[in-house]
């Protein structure tokens, strides 16, 4: 007899895959946010390197809103940055693309300059120069649900990045960089399936 299998509550905090080899080129449906875009030189940063060499990571967030724009005021007001927006449920781009906000060329703040983990980038820190960040907007309140697009939109977005980036090895929450400080994309992303459409079923 089996036992049945007990349900453990997702944490955040361990939401971690690497990337074990490369795929095939992805394409990746992406608008330019032009205000986000406009702002981006100022509120991020060289990466002491081209992209194709320094990017290892991408870091998973939500945005604990409900907009796109509430995503890019953060941008605008010079707080911090990232390269990608999923929009949210009832935003006319949910279902059609995701925003690109930030060159990916340019290292955007999104992680705390003394964030490292053990497992990611062999502990180093200064990790904004390498990595893209991702931001799902949600309300990360505990019952917003992620739709099944933006599940699905955020894997393309690694997909693509992955193809495309020869030294990217890791994907992770911004919970597992900073979990004194931050809980996203929180316990409703549902990591395990993100990871299966990632690495392909
Ligand atoms: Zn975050």
Known sequence: MTKPETRIAADPKNYQFDLPFRPE???LAETIHKRAWAVAGTVASLRGGPPEETVRLIVIHATAGSTTDGAVSVMAAGRASFHWVVPGKDEPAHGRHVWATCPERLAAWHVR??????????????LNRASLGIEVVNRQDGEDPFSDWQIEAAAAI???AWAKYPNLAHVTSHARLDPGRRTDPGVNFPWTEFMERVRGR
């Open 25 to 27: 080129p992805a394409p």
């Open 113 to 126: 300059r003394s964030c490292a983990h053990p497992d990611i980038c062999d502990g180093a820190n200064n």
């Open 158 to 160: 690694v997909r693509y």
